[in-house]
Nanobody
Framework: QVQLVESGGGLAQAGGSLRLSCAAS????????MGWFRQAAGKEREFLGA????????YYADAVKGRFTVFRDGAKTTQYLTMTNLKPEDTAVYYC????????????????WGQGTQVTVSS
């Protein structure tokens, strides 16, 4: 079982930046991937980026490439999502997720989820 606890959401102005954190605990048998998703009101959950926890390889959705950065700490216990040049359309609930195996953009393929954190971007 893997437990995920997110923090760092809040209110930002358009053009600003925010950093989200996701602290992971528990045990995973197998190669772990950790990822970030978001879900805006009335929309489906959307893949943003992921990191292979063993190799450190990072993957991004085209929609956020260049503005969002996924990285982890040296102790491999926390992953981060740095969001820059924020836009009102980035307003959503942001989720941290984990799965055993390579990353997948389909949220249904992820087994473990954080509680979500609200990000609101004002124009």
């Amino acid at each position: 079982q893997v437990q995920l606890v997110e923090s760092g959401g809040g209110l930002a102005q358009a053009g600003g930046s925010l950093r989200l954190s996701c602290a992971a605990s528990g045990r995973a048998s197998g190669s772990l991937s950790m990822g970030w998703f978001r879900q805006a009101a009335g929309k489906e959950r959307e893949f943003l980026g992921a990191i292979n926890w063993s190799t450190g390889s990072i993957y991004y959705a085209d929609a956020v490439k260049g503005r969002f950065t996924v990285f982890r700490d040296g102790a491999k216990t926390t992953q981060y999502l740095t969001m820059t040049n924020l836009k009102p359309e980035d307003t959503a609930v942001y989720y941290c997720a984990a799965r055993i195996g390579p990353y997948r953009s389909d949220p249904a393929a992820w087994s473990y989820w954080g509680q979500g954190t609200q990000v609101t971007v004002s124009s």
